[in-house]
């Protein structure tokens, strides 16, 4: 070791090599944590080692990382086997009852055209009741009223004659 050189000489590192250049132009030992990022060690065509700004090194292609599975699509997921489930289960139990089924329609359809027959045959009957009996009991046949109403103004007072035919 030399005394009168206020330099450190250290083995060969990756910061550089002390004993690869003469003594006067040997340069301090820069320690790692001196060194700002993007900086390093490189040795130029002439020979000479120095401190150069050096492009990143390329970084190997991101592995993709799992993204978690969302609640939705897990709950969706559980749900369609269910789902699934019920429309065979109610499949199944509409093949079961399809005949009491038809046999319900047929009966209200039956229903339903008793009440239109009902409805429109009931005012014929009545009608016909009445002309029966009321020629067969010698009267005159039915009394027609006529009504007379007559009023002066928008507020005045009404006359009126109800008259028996």
Avoid: C
């Avoid at 086997?81 to 359809?109: C, D, F, K, Q, R």
């Amino acid at each position: 070791m030399h005394s009168e050189t206020p330099y450190e000489i250290t083995p060969a590192t990756r910061y550089g090599d002390p004993y690869d250049r003469p003594a006067t132009a040997r340069q301090p030992v820069i320690l790692p944590a001196e060194i700002p990022p993007g900086v390093d060690w490189v040795t130029l065509p002439s020979g000479v080692r120095t401190l150069a700004y050096t492009q990143p090194a390329t970084l190997p292609p991101a592995i993709p990382v799992s993204q978690p599975i969302p609640a939705w699509a897990k709950t969706t997921a559980l749900l369609a086997p269910t789902v699934g489930g019920g429309i065979a289960a109610a499949g199944i139990g509409l093949s079961y009852a399809a005949p009491g089924l038809i046999a319900m329609s047929h009966a209200l359809w039956s229903a339903a055209a008793l009440i239109v027959a009902a409805v429109t045959a009931i005012p014929l009957l009545i009608r016909t009741a009445r002309r029966t009996t009321g020629s067969r009991g010698g009267g005159s046949g039915s009394t027609h009223i006529t009504q007379n109403i007559t009023a002066t103004g928008l507020f005045g007072r009404a006359n009126g004659t109800i008259n028996h035919h």
